[in-house]
T-cell receptor, first 114, second 111 residues
């Protein structure tokens, strides 16, 4: 079946512009995660959605970052007034939730801020 | 909260040799320990996981061992092949909490 998809695959933007990154999770998955991965680095947790519960936003690095999940499915990560240090690969993952914890990752969006 | 440390950060082995990557965790209540493999340009993919009710799990050339007392777990890859070259991440979690990932190990297998 279809896996997690993300769009766009690459995004180049100018410093100060806003960007929106999209994640389509696997159908039926109730939990959705966003991570940031800088070049050659590990997975930096950003935000976590689980069903109808309030999202865990503890990883968002600043108030320029926000995310929403509409209808319990598609999620959008928005970065306002982008800075060069925002350049990274943004990964989305989804899971069935609860005790079923295997995370299925999308291919990521490579964001470059000039 | 949970903290996961992973060593080494890079590992180079000759094809056919074994590779071992080690992780330690801080929260004794953690009960789920997966390992992910990330190939260049792709998202991480689960390769093996273990729950706290067992001490070892094997799947062909890969195995994971868990020592709950010492709060560490390890990934073992035997008979390494060039296609095993990738970045490997360990993780830990408890109950329905989110996964906490280690910092990753870049494994290079030389032919």
């Amino acid at each position: 079946g279809a896996g997690v998809s993300q769009s766009p695959s690459n995004k180049v933007t100018e410093k100060g512009k806003d960007v929106e990154l999209r994640c389509d999770p696997i159908s039926g998955h109730t939990a959705l995660y966003w991570y940031r991965q800088s070049l050659g680095q590990g997975l930096e947790f950003l935000i976590y959605f689980q069903g109808n519960s309030a999202p865990d936003k503890s990883g968002l690095p600043s108030d320029r970052f926000s995310a929403e999940r509409t209808g319990g499915s598609v999620s959008t990560l928005t970065i306002q007034r982008t800075q060069q240090e925002d350049s990274a690969v943004y990964l989305c993952a989804s899971t069935y939730g609860g005790d079923r914890k295997e995370q299925f990752f999308g291919p990521g969006t490579r964001l470059t801020v000039l | 909260g949970e903290n996961v440390e992973q060593h080494p950060s890079t590992l180079s082995v000759q094809e056919g040799d074994s590779a071992v990557i080690k992780c330690t965790y801080s929260d004794s209540a953690s009960n789920y320990f997966p390992w992910y493999k990330q190939e260049l340009g792709k998202g991480p993919q689960l390769i093996i996981d273990i729950r706290s009710n067992v001490g070892e799990k094997k799947d062909q050339r890969i195995a994971v061992t868990l020592n709950k007392t010492a709060k560490h777990f390890s990934l073992h890859i035997t008979e390494t092949q060039p296609e095993d070259s990738a970045v490997y991440f360990c993780a830990a979690s408890k109950a329905t909490d989110k996964l906490i990932f280690g910092t990753g190990t870049r494994l290079q297998v030389f032919p």
